[in-house]
């Protein structure tokens, strides 16, 4: 063989074998590659994108409880000045993006975009309008799933792809109406995978991209270059409002779950609950540990007869892996485990006094509680909110911390005393006036009298805080 034909042969080898060890991932080579178009993508996943408009109106009013001091000192002074005039009605609006995904008319977008509206609409590229129903919303992963009430027969859905299969380098377009001026491309890169640590929704393992992604573009499409769905946009990185190169797309992974279960007509997300508190692996901690580097989720707690006190897990074990995903910390297991189906068996790679362990927990949902749940309606500070026994399924739901016993909020009723006052979902409300707090009936025997002077005590993310108001 001539030495011509060994250098055409190596090559030939050289050229075949990225193309079969990449498959179809390849950076252009000629400047005609370079100059291809993305049209023929956007024609295809763009009909699929739809502008989503939320509308409420709201009774605007400065409550008593702000005309006192103390009140205003501990909560911060929200309220305005004294002397404010009477309830005034007020148009809140919300603009967001949507995508199609089944033929039915369900739409997908992100929670805040449509959280606490009353009239939701979606407008097509095309200018149509249609009214829609909320069918599902899902605060914890900050998604939610529309149904057009009267859907046409042209729809046009996007197919979900496999955002498990992206790598650092692909590039992406993001489809959504920013800033309502009308349905808009932009186009960027996969920066980065598994980001965790955004804090826009408790699932956190999100999709960072290049491309310009503005306020209206949430619950818009992030498509691959086969007009796939793989993300819906929800979140950026910005000091001033607009983009600066740095948007969160929350992976198809999760979005599935939310489909499934809207499919499904259920109007919440089951989700294995695992019965464990975990700790981030800090420098410190893992030289204690004597690990190479701080990494993995450390269990702190374990709640008793969970599934992770009958897979016999303990405090002190670090968690490193779900099912041969690699976990680095507590956000990273949350979004793992919790996206496996109820169910089945997850296998948790543990390091145990330095030995490696391989445990099966069992998928199952929480026990939800909530069946003796009350509306406190007496004059008070609580006035407003609707309070149950803390169970694993509440707790998990409202992300607190279990406890064997309390009386935890789970709805604040907008504009209420309450939410003037500043309570939340999640306040676990240990005592009023002197008296100790263990069950729903409690709390509405300890307000049905009005007093001169409320002192009570709420467990707020494992701070204790002591509060006093005149009534």
Do not use: C
Request: proline share 6%; glycine share 12%.
């Amino acid at each position: 063989m001539t030495r011509f034909s060994l250098l055409a042969a190596a090559a030939l080898i050289a050229a075949i074998a990225p193309a079969s060890a990449q498959a179809q991932r390849q950076a252009p080579q000629t400047r005609a590659e370079v100059q291809l178009s993305f049209a023929p993508v956007v024609r295809r996943a763009a009909p699929a994108v739809v502008n989503v408009y939320g509308a409420r109106v709201e009774q605007v009013q400065n409550h008593p409880f702000f005309d006192d001091p103390m009140f205003r000192r501990f909560f911060g002074n929200r309220g305005g000045g004294q002397g404010q005039g009477p309830q005034r009605a007020e148009v809140a609006r919300s603009l967001g993006s949507g995508v199609i995904i089944d033929r039915s008319g369900l739409v997908v977008t992100n929670n805040h975009v449509v959280e606490n509206m009353t009239e939701v609409k979606v407008a097509f590229a095309d200018r149509r309008e249609f009214e829609v129903e909320i069918v599902l919303r899902d605060p914890r992963t900050d998604l939610a799933v529309l149904k057009l009430k009267n859907p046409p027969t042209d729809l046009v859905t996007l197919d979900i792809g496999d955002s498990e299969a992206l790598e650092v380098g692909d590039i992406v377009l993001a489809i959504g109406n920013p800033f309502g001026v009308g349905q808009t491309v932009t186009q960027g890169i996969v920066s980065a995978l598994a980001r965790s640590q955004v804090g826009v929704s408790d699932y956190q393992s999100f999709v960072q991209t290049d491309a310009a992604i503005n306020p209206g573009n949430s619950g818009g499409a992030l498509v691959d270059m086969n007009g796939r769905l793989i993300g819906i946009n929800t979140a950026i990185f910005s000091r001033s409002g607009g983009s600066h190169g740095i948007g969160f797309a929350i992976p198809t992974a999760m979005v599935r779950l939310i489909i499934e279960s809207a499919k499904a007509g259920s109007q919440t997300v089951q989700r294995p609950w695992f019965g464990g508190r975990l700790q981030t692996v800090t420098a410190d901690v893992a030289e204690s540990l004597r690990l190479a580097r701080p990494s993995g989720a450390l269990i702190v707690s374990v709640v008793a007869n969970s599934p992770a006190a009958r897979a016999g897990l303990r405090a002190g074990d670090l968690i490193t892996a779900v099912d041969s995903h690699q976990i680095d910390d507590p956000d990273a297991f949350g979004y793992r485990f919790g996206v496996r189906p109820i169910g089945g068996v997850a296998s948790l790679a543990v390091t145990r006094n330095g030995r490696s362990l391989v445990v099966p927990v069992a998928l199952e949902a929480a026990p939800r509680g909530g069946q003796d749940a009350e509306q406190i309606t007496g004059l008070s500070p609580f006035q407003g909110v609707t309070v149950a026994t803390l169970s694993p399924g509440i707790a998990d739901e409202l992300r607190v911390n279990h406890r064997s016993e309390g009386v935890v909020i789970t709805k604040v009723e907008p504009g209420s005393p309450a939410a003037q006052v500043g309570l939340q979902p999640g306040d676990v409300v240990l005592g009023v006036n002197g008296r100790e707090i263990k069950a729903p009936t409690d709390l509405q025997q300890a307000t049905a009298q009005r007093a001169r002077l409320w002192r009570f005590q709420i467990d707020r993310g494992g701070q204790v805080i002591n509060s006093m108001m005149g009534g």
